[in-house]
T-cell receptor, first 116, second 113 residues
Framework: KNQVEQSPQSLIILEGKNCTLQ??????????LRWYKQDTGRGPVSLTI?????NTKSNGRYTATLDADTKQSSLHITASQLSDSASYIC???????????????FGSGTQLTVLP | DADVTQTPRNRITKTGKRIMLECSQT?????MYWYRQDPGLGLRLIYY???????NKGEISDGYSVSRQAQAKFSLSLESAIPNQTALYFC????????????FGSGTRLTVV
C-alpha cells in the first residue's frame, strides 16, 4: 500500500530561525513529489514539484530536496516568518499510463507554528 | 476572484438531511476532484472527473454522489448525512495528469449533528 509519512507532526520555532520538515514515502512506481502549504481555513497551495531526476528545488525561502533512492524528501525553510505558520503537506504521485487521480498519496502534514 | 470557489464555506446540518456542496473553477481545466480532510489524516479522494462525461469513484465514495454540470462545475452531495461525515471538504482542479500541480478551493467545513 502506498504511504506517505511526515515528521514531525508539529513544530514550534522562533521567527528568523530555520527548520526542516521530513517526508518518507513508499509510493511505487514514483512519478513526482509535491510540497503544499495549507494555511488555516484555506486550501493547500503548491510550493514545489519534484520529479525523479531532481534533487533540489527552491522557491524563495523554501528549498525541497529529494532522495529517490532512500525515498525521502525534506522541506527546508530559511529565516522563518510569522506567515510561514501553516500545515505543510507532502504529496507523492505514482506513475501510471492514464494519470489516474487514484495515484496521489497525501501525507497528514506537519503543523508549523512560528512565534515572534 | 479565486481560481476555485467552493460554497458554502461552512455548513451545519442534521443527521439524515441531504446536502450539496458546490464547486466552480476558472482555470479551464477538464479535471476536477473532491477530497475530504480529517484531523491527523491526509486528504482522501472521494470522487474525480476527467471531463463532463467522466465520473469516477475515489477511495471513500460511499455515502457521497457527484454531478459534473459543466466543465467548470462539480458538485458533491451527501444523500443522507451522518455525523462521521463531519469534515473539511476540498474541491480541486488540475491540468491533464496534474503535472503542474493541483489548485484547491478554500474548503467547506461541514458539521453533521
Amino acid at each position: 500500500k502506498n504511504q506517505v509519512e511526515q515528521s514531525p507532526q508539529s513544530l514550534i520555532i522562533l521567527e528568523g530561525k530555520n527548520c526542516t520538515l521530513q517526508c518518507n514515502y513508499t509510493v511505487s512506481p514514483f512519478s513526482n513529489l509535491r510540497w503544499y502549504k495549507q494555511d488555516t481555513g484555506r486550501g493547500p497551495v503548491s510550493l514545489t514539484i519534484m520529479t525523479f531526476s531532481e534533487n533540489t528545488k527552491s522557491n524563495g525561502r523554501y528549498t525541497a530536496t529529494l532522495d529517490a533512492d532512500t525515498k525521502q524528501s525534506s522541506l527546508h525553510i530559511t529565516a522563518s516568518q510569522l506567515s510561514d505558520s501553516a500545515s505543510y503537506i507532502c504529496v507523492v504521485s505514482a506513475r501510471g499510463s492514464s494519470g489516474s487521480a487514484r495515484q496521489l498519496t497525501f501525507g497528514s502534514g506537519t503543523q508549523l507554528t512560528v512565534l515572534p | 476572484d479565486a481560481d476555485v470557489t467552493q460554497t458554502p464555506r461552512n455548513r451545519i446540518t442534521k443527521t439524515g438531511k441531504r446536502i450539496m456542496l458546490e464547486c466552480s473553477q476558472t482555470k479551464g481545466h477538464d479535471r476536477m476532484y473532491w477530497y475530504r480532510q480529517d484531523p491527523g489524516l491526509g486528504l482522501r479522494l472521494i470522487y474525480y472527473s476527467f471531463d463532463v462525461k467522466d465520473i469516477n469513484k475515489g477511495e471513500i465514495s460511499d455515502g457521497y454522489s457527484v454531478s459534473r454540470q459543466a466543465q467548470a462545475k462539480f458538485s458533491l452531495s451527501l444523500e443522507s448525512a451522518i455525523p462521521n461525515q463531519t469534515a473539511l471538504y476540498f474541491c480541486a482542479t488540475s491540468d491533464e495528469a496534474g503535472i503542474k500541480g493541483y489548485t484547491f478551493g478554500s474548503g467547506t467545513r461541514l458539521t453533521v449533528v
